[in-house]
C-alpha cells in the first residue's frame, strides 16, 4: 500500500527507512549534506558488514564538492560495506530498504528537511508484495540500474572466513578492504574530465578470505564478440547466458526466494518487455 506524505510525517519515514534497513540501504539523492541526527541514524550501520549502504550522488561536474563535501564523503568511507556512484545528470530522489521506499522531492541535505516544502510516496513491501509489479518496486529497481550503469567512486566490502570443520558452521567476520576509491579525481587536483571504466558489477558483494576466486574462469576467444542479453527483471544490458540472465544485484534479491517461476519483467534475448511471460526457468519469449 502506498501513503502520500509531507512535512514531518515525510522525514520520518525516511529516517525509518534509514533506522530499519537490515541488509541493503540505498539513497539516491543528488546533494547530501549530513547533520549530527543523520549521522546518528547512519551510525546505527556503520560498524555491521552485513548492511550494503548504495550511495548514488550527482550534479556539479566541476565542483562535486558542492553536492557532497569531502567531510560526508570520509564519512561514508568509513562503513565496511559501502558503494558510493556519481551520476553527474542526476535529478531523482529515492530512499529504500529490503521492506520500503519513498519516491520523493527530498534531497539528503539538512536545510530541505528544516526548511523546504516537500513530498513523496511511500510504500512497504511484504513477501508477497516482493512477487508482484509497483511502482517501489519498480523505482528500486531503476535506482539499481542507475547505480549500475554509472561512474564508481568508491567501494569496500567484507572480508569473511568460513567456519569449515566437518560441516559449514557459518563464517566469521574478519576486515574489510577498499577495493576502489577514485577520491583524489573527484576532490583532488585532478580535474573530473572521463568516466572511469569501473561499474558496480565488477566487484564482488563480499570476499572470502584467503580466496582469490569465486568460482573457476572459463576459457573465451578473445576475438568472438560477447553477444548481448539483457536482465529480466531490470532489463540492463548483461552478457547473453539463459543460464544466468540477471544482474548480480537482480540475482540476489530474486535468490532470497529462489523461485523459478516468479513472473519477470524483460525478455533475456531481446529486451522486449515480456508482461510476467518470462522468468528465470524461461528467461526468453517465444
Known sequence: MSKFLTGS???EAIYDIIWDAERTLLIVSPFIKLDDYFKELFDKHKNNPKIHLILVFGKNENDI?????????DYFNKFLNVSIIYVPNLHAKYYGNENKGIITSINLYDYSFKNNIEFGVYSEQSILNHFKTSAD??????CIEIAENNEVVFIKRPIYQNKKILINLGKDYIKSDILFDSTEKFYGFRKNTSNSDKRLNDFPDELELGASGSQRPERTEKTEKQEIGYCIRSGIE???NPKQPMTKMSWK?????GNSDFPE???HKTGRKSNGKTSMRNPELK
Open 253 to 257: 534479491i530474486w535468490n532470497e526466494y
Open 238 to 240: 548483461i552478457p547473453y
Open 65 to 73: 564538492k558542492r553536492s557532497m563535501s569531502k567531510s560526508d564523503f
Open 137 to 142: 518496486n519498480e523505482a528500486w529497481n531503476e
Open 9 to 11: 510525517k515525510l522525514g
Open 265 to 267: 519483467t524483460y525478455c
